[in-house]
Protein backbone atom coordinates (compact mmCIF):
# COMPACT_ATOMS: atom_id res chain seq x y z
CA UNK A 1 0.00 0.00 0.00
CA UNK A 2 1.30 3.66 -0.95
CA UNK A 3 1.76 5.83 2.21
CA UNK A 4 -0.37 8.44 0.65
CA UNK A 5 -2.98 8.05 -1.96
CA UNK A 6 -5.17 10.20 -3.90
CA UNK A 7 -7.64 9.68 -6.45
CA UNK A 8 -6.93 8.73 -9.49
CA UNK A 9 -8.26 11.78 -11.88
CA UNK A 10 -8.24 12.76 -14.50
CA UNK A 11 -11.07 14.93 -13.52
CA UNK A 12 -12.81 16.88 -16.52
CA UNK A 13 -15.09 19.63 -15.17
CA UNK A 14 -17.06 22.60 -16.96
CA UNK A 15 -15.91 26.14 -15.41
CA UNK A 16 -18.07 27.03 -12.56
CA UNK A 17 -18.55 23.36 -11.46
CA UNK A 18 -17.06 22.40 -7.50
CA UNK A 19 -14.90 19.82 -7.57
CA UNK A 20 -13.36 17.79 -4.52
CA UNK A 21 -10.26 15.82 -4.52
CA UNK A 22 -9.69 12.96 -1.53
CA UNK A 23 -6.05 11.82 -0.57
CA UNK A 24 -5.45 9.36 2.57
CA UNK A 25 -2.16 8.27 3.90
CA UNK A 26 -1.18 5.04 6.35
CA UNK A 27 0.76 6.71 8.75
CA UNK A 28 -1.24 7.39 11.76
CA UNK A 29 2.05 10.05 12.99
CA UNK A 30 2.25 12.00 10.07
CA UNK A 31 1.58 15.58 11.47
CA UNK A 32 1.62 17.92 8.49
CA UNK A 33 -0.42 18.09 5.77
CA UNK A 34 -0.18 19.97 2.24
CA UNK A 35 -1.96 20.50 -1.05
CA UNK A 36 0.31 21.44 -4.12
CA UNK A 37 -0.44 22.13 -7.43
CA UNK A 38 2.07 21.20 -10.62
CA UNK A 39 1.14 23.00 -13.91
CA UNK A 40 2.65 21.02 -16.73
CA UNK A 41 6.77 21.15 -17.18
CA UNK A 42 6.43 23.01 -13.48
CA UNK A 43 7.68 22.39 -10.13
CA UNK A 44 4.88 21.83 -7.66
CA UNK A 45 3.83 24.87 -5.74
CA UNK A 46 2.57 25.28 -1.91
CA UNK A 47 -1.77 25.82 -2.61
CA UNK A 48 -2.46 25.79 0.94
CA UNK A 49 -1.44 23.72 4.13
CA UNK A 50 -4.17 21.61 5.91
CA UNK A 51 -4.67 22.53 9.18
CA UNK A 52 -6.80 20.33 11.78
CA UNK A 53 -9.52 22.94 12.42
CA UNK A 54 -9.77 22.96 8.30
CA UNK A 55 -9.25 26.16 6.48
CA UNK A 56 -10.36 27.90 3.37
CA UNK A 57 -8.25 30.70 0.96
CA UNK A 58 -11.28 31.77 -1.38
CA UNK A 59 -12.83 29.04 -3.75
CA UNK A 60 -10.21 26.41 -1.87
CA UNK A 61 -11.36 24.44 1.09
CA UNK A 62 -8.87 21.96 2.47
CA UNK A 63 -10.08 19.63 5.63
CA UNK A 64 -8.20 16.89 7.57
CA UNK A 65 -9.99 13.52 9.08
CA UNK A 66 -7.13 12.34 11.55
CA UNK A 67 -9.30 9.21 12.79
CA UNK A 68 -10.18 8.22 9.27
CA UNK A 69 -6.81 9.49 7.89
CA UNK A 70 -7.39 11.66 4.71
CA UNK A 71 -7.44 15.38 3.47
CA UNK A 72 -9.43 16.90 1.03
CA UNK A 73 -9.30 19.55 -1.29
CA UNK A 74 -12.51 21.24 -2.64
CA UNK A 75 -12.31 23.99 -5.29
CA UNK A 76 -15.68 26.24 -6.24
CA UNK A 77 -16.09 27.93 -9.04
CA UNK A 78 -14.05 26.46 -11.28
CA UNK A 79 -11.83 28.78 -13.76
CA UNK A 80 -9.96 27.77 -16.57
CA UNK A 81 -6.77 28.52 -14.70
CA UNK A 82 -7.17 26.01 -12.28
CA UNK A 83 -6.24 23.05 -14.71
CA UNK A 84 -3.48 21.74 -13.37
CA UNK A 85 -2.30 18.84 -11.50
CA UNK A 86 -2.99 18.72 -7.23
CA UNK A 87 -0.21 16.64 -5.33
CA UNK A 88 -1.16 15.77 -1.44
CA UNK A 89 1.98 15.81 0.34
CA UNK A 90 2.29 14.43 4.17
CA UNK A 91 5.15 14.66 6.61
CA UNK A 92 6.36 12.84 9.54
CA UNK A 93 8.16 12.99 12.23
CA UNK A 94 11.53 12.40 10.39
CA UNK A 95 10.79 15.28 8.63
CA UNK A 96 10.28 13.12 5.33
CA UNK A 97 7.76 14.86 3.01
CA UNK A 98 5.66 12.44 0.91
CA UNK A 99 3.49 13.04 -2.02
CA UNK A 100 0.56 11.40 -3.63
CA UNK A 101 0.57 10.06 -6.97
CA UNK A 102 -1.65 13.56 -8.40
CA UNK A 103 -4.55 13.71 -9.58
CA UNK A 104 -4.73 15.79 -12.92
CA UNK A 105 -7.65 18.83 -13.11
CA UNK A 106 -8.74 19.80 -16.53
CA UNK A 107 -11.55 22.74 -16.83
CA UNK A 108 -13.22 23.24 -19.85
CA UNK A 109 -14.98 26.19 -20.68
CA UNK B 1 15.70 36.51 -7.39
CA UNK B 2 14.66 32.56 -7.61
CA UNK B 3 14.58 31.17 -3.95
CA UNK B 4 15.63 27.68 -4.98
CA UNK B 5 17.46 27.29 -8.47
CA UNK B 6 19.01 24.53 -9.88
CA UNK B 7 21.26 23.84 -12.68
CA UNK B 8 21.06 22.79 -15.58
CA UNK B 9 17.97 22.71 -16.70
CA UNK B 10 18.09 20.35 -19.52
CA UNK B 11 19.77 17.59 -19.29
CA UNK B 12 20.85 15.05 -22.14
CA UNK B 13 23.49 12.61 -22.15
CA UNK B 14 24.35 8.73 -23.04
CA UNK B 15 24.23 5.69 -20.75
CA UNK B 16 27.31 5.02 -18.77
CA UNK B 17 28.32 8.73 -18.14
CA UNK B 18 28.62 10.10 -15.21
CA UNK B 19 26.76 14.36 -14.23
CA UNK B 20 25.79 16.19 -11.98
CA UNK B 21 22.99 18.52 -10.80
CA UNK B 22 23.60 21.36 -8.96
CA UNK B 23 21.04 23.24 -6.21
CA UNK B 24 21.24 26.16 -4.34
CA UNK B 25 18.47 28.16 -2.04
CA UNK B 26 18.51 31.43 -0.79
CA UNK B 27 15.91 31.16 1.49
CA UNK B 28 17.73 30.65 4.65
CA UNK B 29 16.40 27.08 5.53
CA UNK B 30 17.70 24.29 7.47
CA UNK B 31 16.50 21.01 5.09
CA UNK B 32 17.19 20.53 1.40
CA UNK B 33 16.11 17.36 -0.46
CA UNK B 34 15.91 15.94 -3.82
CA UNK B 35 12.89 14.25 -5.33
CA UNK B 36 12.93 12.26 -8.81
CA UNK B 37 9.36 12.46 -10.68
CA UNK B 38 8.85 9.41 -13.46
CA UNK B 39 7.30 9.77 -16.50
CA UNK B 40 3.90 8.72 -14.70
CA UNK B 41 4.34 12.43 -12.66
CA UNK B 42 4.95 10.21 -9.29
CA UNK B 43 7.10 12.42 -7.09
CA UNK B 44 9.73 10.25 -4.87
CA UNK B 45 12.12 11.59 -2.11
CA UNK B 46 15.54 10.59 -2.65
CA UNK B 47 17.50 12.13 0.26
CA UNK B 48 17.19 14.83 2.85
CA UNK B 49 20.02 16.51 4.67
CA UNK B 50 19.84 18.81 7.63
CA UNK B 51 22.13 21.30 8.23
CA UNK B 52 24.42 19.38 5.47
CA UNK B 53 23.40 15.98 7.44
CA UNK B 54 22.11 13.27 5.88
CA UNK B 55 18.59 12.31 7.35
CA UNK B 56 16.19 10.60 4.78
CA UNK B 57 17.81 8.51 2.02
CA UNK B 58 15.54 6.27 0.66
CA UNK B 59 16.15 3.42 -1.57
CA UNK B 60 17.98 4.40 -4.03
CA UNK B 61 21.04 2.64 -6.54
CA UNK B 62 24.18 3.57 -5.12
CA UNK B 63 24.94 4.91 -8.55
CA UNK B 64 23.10 8.02 -7.10
CA UNK B 65 25.32 10.27 -3.91
CA UNK B 66 24.05 13.52 -2.48
CA UNK B 67 26.68 16.60 -1.34
CA UNK B 68 25.75 19.44 0.47
CA UNK B 69 28.99 21.49 1.04
CA UNK B 70 26.89 24.16 3.20
CA UNK B 71 23.33 24.12 4.37
CA UNK B 72 22.48 26.15 1.18
CA UNK B 73 23.74 23.96 -1.18
CA UNK B 74 22.92 20.57 -2.10
CA UNK B 75 24.08 18.54 -5.27
CA UNK B 76 23.36 14.94 -6.55
CA UNK B 77 26.18 13.66 -8.55
CA UNK B 78 24.96 10.23 -10.49
CA UNK B 79 27.27 7.63 -11.79
CA UNK B 80 27.05 5.03 -14.75
CA UNK B 81 23.53 6.42 -16.06
CA UNK B 82 21.44 4.18 -16.97
CA UNK B 83 18.03 4.67 -19.33
CA UNK B 84 15.26 4.31 -16.39
CA UNK B 85 17.24 7.19 -14.83
CA UNK B 86 15.36 9.40 -17.23
CA UNK B 87 13.08 11.67 -15.21
CA UNK B 88 13.11 15.23 -13.89
CA UNK B 89 14.93 15.99 -10.77
CA UNK B 90 13.45 18.38 -8.25
CA UNK B 91 15.61 19.90 -5.67
CA UNK B 92 13.31 21.91 -2.83
CA UNK B 93 13.86 23.26 1.17
CA UNK B 94 11.90 23.73 3.99
CA UNK B 95 12.69 25.84 7.05
CA UNK B 96 13.15 23.05 9.07
CA UNK B 97 13.16 19.37 8.72
CA UNK B 98 9.86 18.67 10.13
CA UNK B 99 6.36 19.79 9.09
CA UNK B 100 7.22 22.93 7.20
CA UNK B 101 6.22 23.45 3.69
CA UNK B 102 9.03 22.64 0.60
CA UNK B 103 9.61 25.01 -1.63
CA UNK B 104 10.96 23.69 -5.19
CA UNK B 105 13.76 24.38 -7.56
CA UNK B 106 12.14 24.64 -11.22
CA UNK B 107 13.38 20.80 -12.20
CA UNK B 108 16.28 18.92 -14.38
CA UNK B 109 14.96 16.96 -17.36
CA UNK B 110 17.09 14.25 -17.12
CA UNK B 111 17.44 12.32 -20.74
CA UNK B 112 19.50 9.50 -21.09
CA UNK B 113 20.03 7.88 -24.38
Known amino acids: RKEVEQDPGPFNVPEGATVAFNCTYSNSASQSFFWYRQDCRKEPKLLMS???SGNEDGRFTAQLNRASQYISLLIRDSKLSDSATYLC??????????FGQGTELSVKP | DTAVSQTPKYLVTQMGNDKSIKCEQNLGHDTMYWYKQDSKKFLKIMFSYNNKELIINETVPNRFSPKSPDKAHLNLHINSLELGDSAVYFC????????????FGQGTRLTVV
Open chain 1, 89 to 98: AVSNQGGKLI
Open chain 2, 92 to 103: ASSQEARNTEAF
Open chain 1, 50 to 52: VYS
